[in-house]
């Protein structure tokens, strides 16, 4: 990225090895051409499951790769598409709120849905067992995850870090996980912090109230708030770090992933 957001503090940010792991760039075909893609995966496993991992607002950088490896250590083909593409480059913003102004506000979600759906497509060209499909996200990733666990059917699990429940970045975003608890197919675990003064507690707990009126998968769902932590506490490149409700939320995702996605039934 072209600015740092660790600033005020000292931060290490966390490296993944891809020792015995297959990984890097690739061009994903979708309907109006192809899309950059970062991808990780195990070397020597044949027909992994898959785990589509969304971006924070700063577009596919180095922590949402290393993430990716991360999850492909764990036995996972991990697939992180740029998802702002067509709109631009969000590492050339060193503005948060023209960021957001200038391209996240103008990506829709059906594009990204849709990009999504053609990350898995690729992912079962190469192998992957795309019946074992999860997602997880941050940030403006997290509220994605919502989204898409209702959007496809194949969908078993999702993990959604701190992603807006009652809004969005934009106009094209009419919907939010809160509207769409009825039509959940796959259970989400939702990680939250508790002094996110961007998604206040009140949204959590509507949100909590929606689950439980709605789908089977929306009933199964279920949301942690770590009382201590703010917005990207996982964020181990920035101040907002919390090694140990990170640490805690990382076993509780890989756990939700390993017991949904162990099998196909």
């Known amino acids: 990225m072209s600015f740092s957001l660790a600033t005020g503090s000292a931060v290490t940010a966390l490296h993944t090895s891809a020792d015995r792991l297959r990984h890097g760039l690739v061009d994903i075909p979708v309907a109006d051409g192809t899309i950059p893609a970062y991808y990780?995966?195990?070397?020597?496993?044949e027909h992994?499951?898959?785990?589509?991992?969304?971006?924070?607002?700063?577009g596919v950088h180095e922590h949402i790769k290393d993430v990716c490896r991360r999850f492909a250590v764990q036995g996972y083909m991990a697939v992180a598409v740029e998802l702002y593409h067509r709109q631009g480059d969000a590492a050339s913003y060193s503005d948060i709120p023209l960021l957001i102004k200038e391209i996240v506000?103008?990506?829709s979600d059906e594009q990204v849905l849709a990009d999504l759906d053609a990350s898995v497509e690729w992912a079962n060209t190469q192998g992957a067992d795309t019946t074992?499909?999860?997602?997880?996200?941050?940030?403006?990733?997290?509220?994605q995850v919502?989204?898409?666990?209702?959007?496809?059917?194949?969908?078993?699990?999702?993990?959604?870090?701190?992603?807006?429940?009652?809004?969005?970045?934009g106009p094209l975003q009419?919907?939010?996980?809160?509207?769409i608890t009825s039509a959940l197919h796959a259970p989400v675990l939702g990680l939250y912090g508790g002094q996110d003064a961007s998604i206040p507690i009140q949204d959590i707990r509507r949100m909590e109230a929606s689950l439980k009126q709605g789908s089977s998968a929306a009933r199964a769902s279920q949301i942690v708030v770590?009382?201590?932590?703010?917005?990207?506490?996982?964020?181990?490149?920035?101040?907002?770090?919390?090694v140990v409700d990170a640490q805690d939320a990382w076993d509780k995702a890989v756990a939700w992933f390993e017991r949904?996605?162990?099998?196909?039934?």
Not at 48 to 58: A, D, N, S, T, Y
Not at 132 to 143: A, D, K, P, S
Not at 233 to 242: E, I, N, T
Request: glycine share 10%; charged share 15%.
């Open 40 to 45: 990780a995966a195990p070397a020597d496993l």
């Open 226 to 242: 770590y009382p201590e932590s703010g917005h990207a506490f996982y964020a181990d490149y920035r101040p907002s770090y919390h």
């Open 48 to 58: 992994p499951p898959v785990i589509l991992v969304i971006q924070e607002i700063f």
């Open 146 to 169: 919502w989204m898409y666990a209702a959007h496809n059917p194949r969908c078993k699990a999702g993990v959604a870090w701190y992603g807006k429940l009652t809004a969005g970045h």
């Open 132 to 143: 074992r499909l999860g997602v997880t996200g941050f940030c403006w990733g997290g509220r």
């Open 260 to 265: 949904h996605l162990s099998s196909t039934a």
């Open 174 to 179: 009419v919907r939010n996980p809160i509207d």
């Open 105 to 107: 506000s103008r990506v």
